[in-house]
DNA sequence: ATGCCTAGCTCCGCTAGA
């Protein structure tokens, strides 16, 4: 199974790189995130024929996740659902989505799109916001599953876990997506029983980054960050073939600034 | 290394993204 995870802001502007993708690489589930159409909007038939079924939830404008799926989802989850504080966070319906699926081998796999809010400047209020929901998600995986769970959950985290995920650190010190306290929230996730995918198979690799800014030509000249994560539960490592970063629609014409990282499973 | 892109929304300039 493969399996992959891809920003897209806006998929109205996407749409055909999205239907391309799926054909050249034939993935059978991917997660987008910031579709930023309401959730009866959905570009969806252009995907359908193509064989998906299509689950996404979205606002006005802004956000909005969705899983396209080649196997039919068994049930389903949206948002904060089930935890008693989810109205502080009103936006997580367009942030979090998950569906459970199974095959010959598996006989339950949760798949999860996921996009943690950007934190805007430093120690603004929606900076502690994103801090709070990166928190919070952690409880909502504790209210629902565990450690054991075959569990993927992939998506824009916003955050690079390490010096090592940007381009130039000392530039780049304390600034939203790299700041301390966002690498030690991450951790606190990953502390549920997580593992960031593509450092299991590459420990030490530097300069892969999934998204690279609009501006400075800085996809031309590599200076990106690692802010899109597959982070999978223990019984999953061993199935894992590959995970890597597919730059070539970076490179299409009018692209998204993230590009989509892709893993391979055994099931 | 902060707005030099980009997208959406509301009206042709603003906010947000990261």
Same mark, same amino acid.
């Given at each position: 199974m493969l399996i992959g995870t891809w920003n897209v802001n806006s998929i109205n502007m996407r749409k055909d790189h999205v239907s391309k993708f799926l054909q050249e690489f034939s993935v059978d589930v991917l997660a987008l995130q910031e +579709? &930023? #159409? &309401?959730t009866e909007n959905f570009p969806g038939l252009l995907f359908k024929k193509l064989g998906y079924e299509i689950y996404h939830h979205g606002g006005k404008g802004r956000n909005g996740i969705a899983l396209l799926s080649k196997i039919k989802a068994e049930d389903t989850k949206i948002g904060f659902e089930g935890l008693k504080d989810a109205d502080f966070f009103p936006d997580a319906k367009e942030r979090i989505l998950g569906i459970k699926i199974s095959n010959e081998v598996l006989k339950e796999l949760w798949i999860f799109s996921v996009y943690i809010p *950007?934190?805007? !400047? #430093? *120690? !603004?209020d929606y900076y502690f916001y994103k801090l709070q929901f990166l928190w919070k998600f952690r409880d909502f995986l504790e209210l629902y599953f565990s450690k054991d769970t075959p569990l993927i959950i992939m998506g824009d985290f916003n955050v690079a876990p390490e010096d090592m995920d940007v381009y130039d650190p000392e530039i780049l010190k304390e600034t939203i997506c790299c700041t301390e306290r966002e690498k030690n929230a991450f951790k606190a996730l990953l502390e $549920? =029983?997580? $593992? /960031?995918a593509l450092r299991l198979k590459?420990? /030490?690799?530097?300069?892969?980054? +999934?998204w690279w800014d609009y501006q400075f030509f800085a996809f031309q000249k590599n200076q =990106?960050?690692?802010l899109d994560h597959i982070l999978i539960t223990h019984p999953l490592i061993d199935k894992l073939e590959d995970i890597w970063v597919e730059k070539t629609p970076r490179g299409? &014409?009018?692209? !998204?600034d993230h590009t989509p990282l892709l893993a391979k499973f055994n099931f």
């Open positions: +579709t &930023k #159409v &309401k *950007n934190g805007g !400047s #430093v *120690n !603004s $549920f =029983g997580l $593992f /960031d590459y420990p /030490d690799k530097q300069g892969i980054f +999934t =990106g960050m690692r299409w &014409k009018k692209p !998204s």
